[in-house]
């Protein structure tokens, strides 16, 4: 899903060159101690008509918009020989943790027969 979202709201003056995932404790998703997996995205950008910064920028918020993204790291610099580089890290939690913490109390054991 995380893919397919980037594809919709990636900037022209953007394009990716690597996506790959991790299984890791990432300080800034807010999972504790818990393993968690993440998408990470590599890319470069050219000046076509407006500052590459904001480009980055306008592709995080449209991701954090999106309600299958749970949270988006953006990370910005410019490489020895002048190329902009940007990486976004992308938490694709199903559900949030807010989410998942107002649901717990309406779970009904199995076989049970009751309601929430």
């Known amino acids: 899903a995380a893919l397919d979202v980037l594809d919709a709201v990636l900037p022209p ?3 990716l060159t690597e ?3 991790a299984r890791a404790v990432h300080p800034d998703f807010e999972h504790g101690a818990e393993r968690r997996p993440y998408v990470i995205v590599e890319g470069r950008g050219k ?5 590459l910064t904001d480009a980055v920028t306008e592709l995080t918020v449209r991701l954090r918009a999106d309600e299958r993204i749970a949270a988006v790291i953006p990370q910005m610099e410019t490489d020895p020989r002048g190329d902009f580089l940007w990486t976004l890290h ?3 939690s199903l559900m949030p943790r807010d ?5 717990a109390d ?5 076989g049970s027969g009751g309601t929430p």
């Not at 000046?47 to 500052?51: A, F, G, P, T």
């Open 13 to 15: 003056e953007l394009w």
């Open 19 to 21: 996506v790959r995932t």
């Open 47 to 51: 000046e076509v008509s407006r500052n």
């Open 90 to 92: 992308i938490d694709a």
């Open 99 to 103: 989410a998942v913490s107002e649901d």
């Open 106 to 110: 309406d779970t009904v054991p199995v």
